[in-house]
């Protein structure tokens, strides 16, 4: 490519997004066209503001299961050690 080519495309590029109405993309288009007959339902912006289930309050029965299983493991462990005689 020549400099006189690069400095073509650079101008065509600078004009192309210099423009003053640009075409909306093809799925915006559809859904456009789409909605104009068929709006959907309104929906919030943010998520629902309620907690989703387990994620606070079962957060200290999960450390309790995960603490227990441990403790089990340890007597079970202690246990078959004993056991065994040494």
């Given at each position: 490519?020549t400099?006189?080519?690069?400095?073509?495309?650079?101008?065509d590029?600078?004009?192309?997004?210099?423009?003053?109405?640009?075409?909306?993309?093809?799925?915006?288009?559809?859904?456009?066209?789409?909605?104009?007959?068929?709006?959907?339902?309104?929906?919030?912006?943010?998520?629902?503001?309620?907690?989703?289930?387990?994620?606070?309050?079962?957060?200290?029965?999960?450390?309790?299961?995960?603490?227990?299983?441990?403790?089990?493991?340890?007597?079970?462990?202690?246990?078959?050690?004993?056991?065994?005689?040494?």
């Amino acid at each position: 490519m020549t400099e006189q080519d690069d400095w073509q495309r650079e101008f065509d590029l600078r004009w192309a997004d210099s423009a003053a109405h640009k075409e909306p993309s093809a799925r915006a288009r559809m859904l456009a066209a789409r909605w104009k007959e068929n709006p959907p339902d309104p929906a919030p912006f943010r998520a629902d503001p309620t907690p989703a289930r387990g994620s606070r309050g079962g957060s200290w029965v999960s450390t309790a299961v995960v603490l227990g299983c441990v403790a089990a493991v340890i007597v079970l462990l202690g246990w078959a050690q004993m056991r065994s005689g040494h």
